[in-house]
């Protein structure tokens, strides 16, 4: 099955600083990388996704990249806000043409904005 | 839009209770719905699949036969956890994708259970 890496656990940056977090997929089945946000006590909160056939996306201050040539992706912030402290997770699953499979996710970056 | 309600939100019961979590898709409709499960401080992890009309496919390790799963419609699934004991107390959540396909999921707000 699918095993999702992600890195760091924890990551605290300034205010207005950048903030990147990295993951890594096993399955090269996998087509579909979807990134969260979790406050606590609350569900996750779908922040930017992308497919294999699409190399970067970006919308605002988010952005990913995908290399699927080393199993890679990565989620990069800028201008980080207070409001952006939260735990973020990486997902990976595999699309078919009969319809969506579950997420396999990493085990998640509590991301601390220095203010 | 794309919104998911999950009720209730915070359950206490004693140990042998069953307990029905319901999860619904406000404003689309959702073949598949998934049930995760969340331990404190650690990931999601995914128990079964449901689509709706089919019995649900669970993954290894999670028994159905404890954790019985309902998808009648279009806009609802339902979970409940039979004979609950203490190490059943999770943050259970579910999540919806829509008709069709390939697209996003989206997740309620969880339910935080805790068996006395």
């Known amino acids: 099955g699918e095993n999702v890496e992600q890195h760091p656990s924890t990551l605290s940056v300034q205010e207005g600083d950048s903030a990147v977090i990295k993951c890594t997929y096993s399955?090269?089945?996998?087509?579909?990388f979807p990134w969260y946000k979790q406050e606590l006590g609350k569900g996750p909160q779908l922040i930017i996704d992308i497919r294999s056939n699409v190399g970067e996306k970006k919308d605002q201050r988010i952005a990913v990249t995908l290399n699927k040539t080393a199993k890679h992706f990565s989620l990069h912030i800028t201008e980080t806000q207070p409001e952006d402290s939260a735990v973020y997770f990486c997902?990976?699953?595999?699309?078919?043409?009969?319809?969506?499979?579950?997420?396999?996710f990493g085990k998640g970056t509590h991301l601390i904005i220095q203010p | 839009g794309a919104v998911v309600s999950q009720h209730p939100s915070w359950v206490i019961c004693k140990s042998g209770t069953s307990v029905k979590i319901e999860c619904r898709s406000l404003?689309?409709?959702?073949?598949?719905m998934f049930w995760y499960r969340q331990f404190p401080k650690q990931s999601l992890m995914l128990m079964a699949t449901s689509n709706e009309g089919s019995k649900a496919t669970y993954e290894q390790g999670v028994e159905k036969d404890k954790f019985l799963i309902n998808h009648a419609s279009l806009t609802l699934s339902t979970l409940t956890v039979t004979s609950a004991h203490p190490e059943d107390s999770s943050f259970y959540i579910c999540?919806?994708?829509?008709?069709?396909?390939?697209?996003?999921?989206?997740f309620g707000d969880g339910t935080r259970l805790s068996i006395l």
């Open positions: 999540s919806a994708s829509w008709t069709g396909g390939n697209q996003p999921q989206h």
């Open positions: 404003d689309f409709q959702a073949t598949t």
């Open positions: 997902a990976a699953s595999a699309y078919s043409g009969g319809g969506a499979d579950g997420l396999t």
């Open positions: 399955d090269s089945a996998s087509n579909y």
